[in-house]
């Protein structure tokens, strides 16, 4: 049965799997080449070295000297080693780039052999070499490395044999058992490689799948800020109706019990209004339509405006409302005084309604050295659980599901405090303790007007 659009069967998903799957080999292509690239210079210098230490005891010992020994490893060492390097650093990742690579490798392995006068040791260097090639996970790799040594074993064991097997005279089929023992770790290896590239192409295909689930969150997410957007400004239209139609009634002459209707009315209106404004705050935010202003303000005004609007609710419950603010701070400064109002009407309005009894304190004060103001709003409340304070700075999340009952709300007001702040280039920090109260802390760069 075919799986629907994004699927494996996808014609569409199956080409960006496959794109995926080549920038994953190639980012491994590159690194095993410059892992290559280090380990050829090094074994340019070991034979060099084995030219001088070794050789001079085997048979070639006979026909030449350390010296000349040192510049057959040096000659050949810097031949089969620096095209290589060459290819890794102006052509990395490429094809023919780690097919230049198993040639000077297998290369090696050859010169080993030859300059130890056939000694087992370096035969080893063989197999070593072919698992290290297998880091391409390229199966065509190894098959043209394990050629290279075959038929180096062939014309060797044949025509000279002492080179190859450290003996004057040696079966000639030697050789097939020296092949047998590479085909053998070619098929280990291509079996190990074929596994691999299966696992890349299922890693492959579960990044594509995360790229489609972002994709498809980013549009959904947008979807909903202007569904959101829309629907706010909908609503929000004949709900102003409703609360300029309630004023007019108010002042007309009313008994006790339309009076209580009519104030109802203005409390659920304006408490509408507020959800209402905070989620088209949100959408503007999650948009980056939402700009910050810089203009001159009272700050003293500001905080005093602040007193006026929570002072009543405070008499209400009975609490103390505080305002501290230093006397070092200048009368005026530059910023955005709509949207500092606005957080310290999210955290003055959190704290009055968390709070039962006690007092709620506002205190600004300057940092000295520094055009920065801070802000702390206290309360002697209910206090915020340590496991819930990672979920008061998020969407349409409060700090248990009882609070929406009782208390009413979006669960907005932080999120947008958070990012105002942010969008202004401070920092906002919360404290609490259980049962003890809550303190906000935030930060603004303001300058002196």
């Known amino acids: 049965m075919n799986q629907s659009r994004g699927g494996r069967n996808d014609p569409e998903a199956q080409r960006q799997v496959q794109r995926i799957f080549l920038e994953q080999s190639r980012d491994i292509h590159i690194r095993v080449d410059r892992g290559f690239s280090i380990l ?75 300059l130890s006068g056939g000694r087992i040791e370096t035969h080893f260097h063989v197999f070593v070499s072919l698992a290290a090639l297998a880091f391409y996970k390229d199966v065509g790799l190894l098959g043209v490395a394990s050629f290279i040594v075959i038929t180096d074993h062939i014309l060797r064991g044949c025509l000279l044999p002492i080179s190859l097997y450290g003996v004057a005279e040696s079966n000639q089929w030697r050789w097939l058992e020296h092949a047998a023992w590479i085909l053998i770790e070619d098929i280990i290896l291509i079996i190990g490689i074929e596994r691999i590239r299966g696992e890349l192409h299922e890693m492959a295909y579960s990044k594509y799948q995360l790229v489609q689930a972002r994709e498809e969150a980013l549009q959904l997410s947008s979807i909903k800020s202007t569904f959101l ?78 007193f006026k609007i929570f002072e009543a609710k405070c008499q209400e419950k009975n609490l103390q409302l505080e305002v501290d603010i230093d006397e070092s701070i200048p009368a005026f400064a530059l910023g955005d005084s709509h949207r500092l109002r606005q957080i310290l009407m999210n955290l003055v309005g959190n704290a009055v309604k968390f709070t039962d009894k006690g007092r709620v304190c506002i205190s600004l004060q300057r940092q000295p050295g520094s055009g920065h103001y ?26 248990d599901v009882s609070i929406s009952r009782t208390y009413g709300g979006s669960g907005l007001g932080l999120m947008i405090c958070k990012n105002l702040v942010e969008m202004m280039g401070g920092d906002i920090k919360v404290e609490s303790k259980l049962g003890e109260g809550t303190t906000f802390h935030f930060t603004l760069p303001l300058e002196e007007a």
Not at 59 to 86: C, H, M, Q, T
Not at 229 to 256: A, C, Q, V, Y
Not at 279 to 300: A, M, P, Y
Request: glycine share 6%; hydrophobic share 45%.
């Open 229 to 306: 957007s829309n629907m706010s400004h909908e609503i929000r239209t004949p709900l102003n109706s409703i609360i300029g139609f309630s004023d007019i009634l108010r002042d007309t002459r009313l008994d006790k019990d339309q009076t209580d209707y009519v104030q109802t009315i203005q409390r659920c209106s304006d408490s509408l209004l507020h959800i209402i404004n905070d989620v088209l705050d949100i959408s503007k935010i999650e948009n980056g339509l939402l700009q910050i202003d810089r203009h001159k303000f009272d700050v003293k005004e500001l905080h005093t405006d602040i």
């Open 374 to 399: 801070v802000w702390k709003v206290s309360d002697t409340g209910r206090g915020i659980r340590l496991e819930n304070m990672s979920k008061l700075f998020r969407s349409f999340s409060q700090e």
């Open 40 to 114: 050829l210079l090094i074994q340019w210098v070991a034979a060099i070295v084995m030219g001088i230490l070794l050789t001079p005891t085997t048979w070639l010992g006979s026909f030449s000297g350390a010296v000349e020994n040192a510049f057959v490893g040096l000659i050949f060492g810097g031949l089969f080693s620096l095209p290589a390097v060459y290819c890794v650093y102006v052509f990395p990742g490429e094809k023919w780039t780690r097919y230049v690579v198993a040639v000077s490798q297998m290369c090696f392995s050859i010169l080993f052999i030859h």
